[in-house]
Structure formats: C-alpha cells, structure tokens
C-alpha cells in the first residue's frame, strides 16, 4: 500500500473515519485480563482483530504499552490483572550505569511476543492499515532513569541523559524496523513526557531523535505517526511539526479547538476526547455531546481527525466506546 498516497487521501476526504487509540478495551470483549493479554501473541492478535469487526476505524494499531521497551533494557515492571504494566524503580542511577548500559536484542522481554502479536493481526485484518505502537525516545529513557529525575537531568547531567538517549534510540530504530520488516504500515511513536518539557528542552533533548527515529523509518509504504498528550505541546509546534513525522497525535491537555489555528494546514492532526473523562467514566449521552463539540470546533480544519486523547484504558465502558464512533457518523450524516 502506498501510505502517503493514503494519508493524502484522509486528509482530502470531506468525511474521515475516526482514529481512537483503542486496543486495550479488546479484553473486555475476549473475557481475559490484561495480564493475559500481555504475556501470549495469539491474544494480541485476536483482540486486534475483535476490535477491527466491532469498529469502523480508519486503522487498527496495536498495544500502547509504555513498559514494554524499558523492560526489554532490564528495568522492573510491575504487572497486575487488569492494567496495563508500569515501570518500577531505577535501572540508571548514574553515569557509570549508563555507559554500561547495553541496547538489547529483539528476543529481549517480551518483545518478541508483540512482534509475533503483530505477525499474526496482519494476516487477520486486510480491511485497513495496521500500526504498532511503540514508546518515544525521551519518554524511554525517562522510565530508565526514572521520570522526575528525568527532568532533572535535562539541566542537571544533561551527558548522562544524552548516553541514555543514544541507546534509547539505537533500539527504538532496530524495534520498529522489524515491524516494518513483517509488514506492519507504520507506527504510533508515543513521546508523552516531553511533553512536560520546556520548549527549548524538547528541541533538544526530544525532537532531534524523533527526527532520527523518522528517517530511518519513513517510506512509501510505512508512516511515522506522532503522538503527545503533553499540556505544554501548543509551545512547542515549530518543533514538534518540525520532527519529520507524517502525522501527529494529541492529547485532552489541550484545548484542541485553539490548537488547530496555530498547527501547520498540511500535516494532520488527531484528538482529542478525554479517555478517562469520557470513554471510561462518562456515558453515552456526555460522549455524544464531547465528540459533537470537538468536531464542530475542529473539523472546519482539512487536516483535522476526530481521535481518543491518549491510548483508551482497559475498562473503558464499551457503551461509550460505541457513542463515540455513532457521534461522529451522526456529524458527517447531518
């Protein structure tokens, strides 16, 4: 598939599927655990493939699952039955540690199992594009180095957190090269903690290895999509619009509506409905009123997607998860 091609032809569609993040809520429907759903690649699969007949996205993707390349470093995760897994502790406490910090193979953690997890959903969905979903490079070495001292290290051992990066980016380029390699037609690079950053420290410490990151990935059949729920990424569009990805992913930190003024009209923008807000605890009715809202808002924008703010949660109610995909159908009916 000639994905630029694609994206050209969402952006010049007058009515656009829309592009939740949504992968998780699958074990709701597959009667599993999160836990279940994590550690085997045939359920990976299968609940790809159980949310593609439930929803007529534009594209399916797979787990947001910000654990799993810190792990695959050496970092203690923790993992329960019914959230997705989180990083725990410290696996780089200091210079030493991160020159000796070694960029892992492929058959690391559970890597291998999201990989064969993406294998087997490309042979299940053939109706539209499939993405992996991987971390970003500062938001991996965050969790290396531990997120608060993270932002310390910006101004603090600024070398120290280059070393890290370096690594970070060296296995996010190998991570999803072997996506591409099984035929994946992209990925959604989640970079959330630079979103916390100063402008001028994502410009450094962020932007440059996405930009990396994007050009040894970026082809005629495979996309580099950007995601940040970040609340200070209206500071930081020059840099951010300028990372050479192909399009860009946004979270309910901002005011999307305002947003849109200032974004660059040819690159596409997704967001932005609140996942815990709305698609987790709200209802039906308050869905259709946020999802109506935020169109009318946005969708005088051609480059403009109706998407989640950020990866849906697990128990996110289903009922919800229907309003939203009815509410915009509804939009594009009136």
């Known amino acids: 598939m000639n994905m630029h091609k694609w994206?050209?032809?969402?952006?010049?569609?007058?009515?656009?599927?829309?592009?939740p993040i949504l992968t998780f809520p699958c074990v709701q429907l597959m009667d599993i655990t999160v836990k279940e759903l994590i550690s085997?690649?045939?359920?990976?699969?299968?609940?790809?493939?159980?949310?593609?007949d439930r929803v007529d996205s534009l594209a399916a993707v797979s787990y947001m699952d910000l654990s799993l390349e810190a792990e695959a470093f050496g970092a203690e995760i923790k993992v329960t039955e019914d959230e997705v897994p989180t990083v725990i502790g410290t696996l780089v406490p200091d210079e030493e540690a991160a020159e000796a910090l070694q960029v892992p193979g492929l058959e690391a953690g559970r890597i291998s199992i999201y990989l064969e997890g993406m294998k087997k959903a490309l042979e299940l969905i053939d109706d539209r594009p499939v993405f992996a979903g991987i971390i970003?490079?500062?938001?991996?070495?965050?969790?290396?180095?531990?997120?608060?001292?993270?932002?310390?290290?910006?101004?603090k051992?600024?070398?120290?957190?280059?070393?890290?990066?370096?690594?970070?980016?060296d296995f996010l380029i190998k991570y999803a090269k072997a996506y591409k390699e099984l035929g994946a037609h992209?990925?959604?690079?989640?970079?959330?903690l630079s979103g916390l950053l100063s402008p001028r420290l994502?410009?450094?410490?962020?932007?440059?290895?996405v930009k990396e990151i994007a050009e040894a990935l970026k082809s005629e059949d495979f996309l580099v999509m950007y995601h940040n729920c970040g609340n200070y990424t209206p500071k930081m569009i020059e840099s951010i619009a300028g990372n050479g990805c192909d399009a860009y992913h946004f979270g309910n930190a901002i005011d999307m509506a305002a947003f849109m003024e200032e974004w660059p009209s040819d690159l596409l923008a997704m967001g932005n409905i609140d996942p815990a807000e709305q698609f987790t605890n709200g209802t039906p009715e308050s869905m259709r009123e946020a999802t109506l809202k935020l169109m009318e808002q946005c969708c005088e924008y051609e480059n403009f997607l109706i998407s989640s703010g950020c990866d849906i949660p697990p128990g996110a109610k289903w009922e919800n998860i229907d309003a939203f995909f009815a509410a915009v159908e509804e939009f594009y009916n009136k």
């Not at 085997?40 to 593609?52: L, V």
């Open 7 to 19: 994206l050209d032809d969402v952006k010049a569609s007058p009515v656009k599927k829309p592009f």
């Open 40 to 52: 085997d690649s045939d359920n990976q699969a299968k609940g790809m493939k159980a949310i593609a």
């Open 136 to 155: 970003g490079p500062f938001s991996l070495a965050g969790r290396l180095v531990d997120v608060n001292k993270a932002m310390l290290y910006c101004k």
């Open 157 to 169: 051992k600024p070398e120290l957190l280059h070393t890290v990066l370096r690594k970070a980016t």
């Open 186 to 192: 992209g990925i959604v690079m989640a970079e959330p």
């Open 202 to 209: 994502e410009a450094k410490f962020s932007a440059p290895y």
